[in-house]
């Protein structure tokens, strides 16, 4: 990293390139949360209303597939960067096949609309694990701007939810799913088009493959590229046909065991094959604590879209006088307080750097998760107010969401920071996209879970958050006491020249 981009401050005191990224990104996930926060009651919804009239427990199921797909295509997201052709390209290449995907989904056909979801996990394989790396070298390791400047992109991403939200959100009770769908297109589109635009702030950084494939090895990585793509498209089609049987609830089971096989044995390929020093595999050791964490977090917050959603629309009361507020904008309240609150937090963590106060990445990240369970206390009484058949008042999801969003502050653009810093420079890339993994892994496990709240037994959706609240607590004390020692393992990359 040169001495130049550490110095650059020509945005807001961050490199001019912190703002292509954040707003390339913001825009990428104004397309995902827009269509997301719909998933789950478009697949719910009776066939004669146009949905596609399956149960809580498939559709929840095929959520969890869908956002775990999503972040486990990262892997080789990464990797395609890292050998290939670089995070520039892959960010563009993948916000090209998002794109193409939202463009199918807004298509009114029952029988494309799986075929839209493939092309948006794809695409975002691509494009998530790179760019994340991206803000990450903009920075020196010793910068004591990095918290702050993910910080800042995080922020970016929840303007982003916020418009998609709104927009999705109002275009599905006005205009119809697909419409919303449609917007969701048009928003990767602009991303595309700032990002072509400013494509120049970023100049030299992740403009190459890391570690180039030698030719021959391109070829055979294209070859196998080329392969998995065929398979895909063939095993779609035998579905599509019903040549091959799909249970969505027992493919989500096996898939999460799957996920999390592959992200072991990965981690541990680096961390045992990589050819790594001491310091290098302590640090390692710190980030596997925090890949942890970020599971259980995601296992929690992903209730979002999947039980919280139908508790905002069917036992919460939505009319405001004569208007009707759409579902997905109680979702909305996430993003709302992440744009307060982000400014609060970046300056929290430059403060606190200056005062050589500085909490180590697991204390912030089990704060975070602690914070987040407690969120579903709040839940907890709310579901005991449905289950007496009331409907409860909108504060109850909207308090819930303020604790997660101070819970996300605390860990998520922490962890990100994390895997930025602690992984070895060489594996950035492919660290990021196993990092990924970790949402994969709490998505799909928030989607069997959610499956379990059944609309007819609202008596038991109290107990059902109080287990989320137990275990996510019992996660984070365990990793306060384990960051006695792993803090010190997480200074050691700053001896790191790169």
Request: contains cysteine; neutral net charge.
């Amino acid at each position: 990293m040169t001495i130049e981009t550490n110095n650059d401050r020509s945005f807001v005191g961050h490199p001019i390139g912190l703002l292509t990224l954040a707003g390339t990104e913001m825009w990428e996930r104004m397309s995902y949360y827009g269509m997301r926060a719909l998933l789950v009651l478009f697949m719910v919804l009776a066939i004669e209303e146009g949905g596609l009239g399956l149960s809580v427990a498939t559709a929840s199921a095929i959520y969890g597939l869908y956002t775990g797909a999503v972040y486990f295509f990262g892997l080789p997201g990464g990797w395609i960067a890292d050998r290939l052709i670089g995070g520039q390209k892959a960010v563009f290449y993948g916000g090209f096949v998002i794109m193409i995907g939202h463009i199918i989904l807004a298509i009114p056909s029952d029988t494309t609309f799986f075929l839209g979801l493939i092309f948006v996990v794809l695409g975002t394989g691509l494009l998530k694990p790179n760019i994340g790396a991206m803000v990450g070298q903009l920075y020196g390791a010793k910068d004591p701007r990095r918290d702050s400047a993910y910080t800042i992109y995080y922020m970016g991403i929840n303007i982003g939810s916020l418009i998609g939200y709104g927009v999705c959100g109002y275009l599905q009770v006005n205009m119809g799913y697909h419409w919303a769908f449609g917007a969701a297109a048009v928003g990767m589109g602009v991303g595309l088009i700032q990002y072509k635009l400013t494509l120049h702030n970023i100049k030299g950084i992740s403009d190459k493959p890391v570690v180039p494939l030698t030719p021959a090895g391109q070829k055979k990585a294209y070859i196998v590229i080329t392969g998995v793509l065929i398979a895909l498209a063939t095993l779609t089609v035998l579905v599509y046909t019903g040549s091959v049987g799909f249970d969505p609830i027992i493919v989500a089971q096996q898939v999460a065991i799957a996920i999390t096989t592959i992200f072991l044995l990965y981690f541990a390929y680096i961390f045992f094959g990589g050819n790594l020093n001491g310091d290098e595999q302590r640090r390692m050791g710190a980030l596997f604590l925090i890949c942890l964490a970020s599971t259980c977090f995601w296992a929690g917050f992903e209730q979002a879209g999947s039980s919280l959603n139908l508790f905002g629309q069917d036992y919460t009361q939505r009319m405001m006088g004569t208007f009707e507020i759409p579902p997905a904008w109680f979702q909305s309240a996430n993003s709302i307080f992440i744009i307060i609150l982000s400014p609060f937090f970046a300056y929290m963590w430059m403060a606190l750097g200056k005062r050589m106060i500085e909490p180590s990445y697991s204390v912030k990240c089990a704060v975070g998760l602690i914070i987040m369970a407690s969120g579903f206390i709040v839940m907890f009484f709310a579901a005991q107010l449905a289950a007496s058949g009331l409907k409860v008042a909108p504060y109850w999801l909207v308090a819930t969401y303020f604790l997660h969003t101070v819970g996300e502050l605390f860990l998520s653009p922490v962890a990100l920071s994390a895997v930025s810093k602690l992984s070895p420079r060489r594996f950035s890339g492919q660290m990021m996209g196993v990092f990924v993994l970790t949402y994969s892994m709490g998505s799909i496990i928030a989607g069997i879970f959610a499956g379990k709240f059944d609309p007819e037994q609202v008596d038991q959706m109290p107990d059902l958050y109080l287990q989320i609240t137990y275990f996510s607590v019992a996660i984070g004390i365990v990793l306060l006491l384990l960051s006695m020692k792993t803090s010190k393992w997480e200074k050691l990359a700053e001896k790191d020249p790169g």
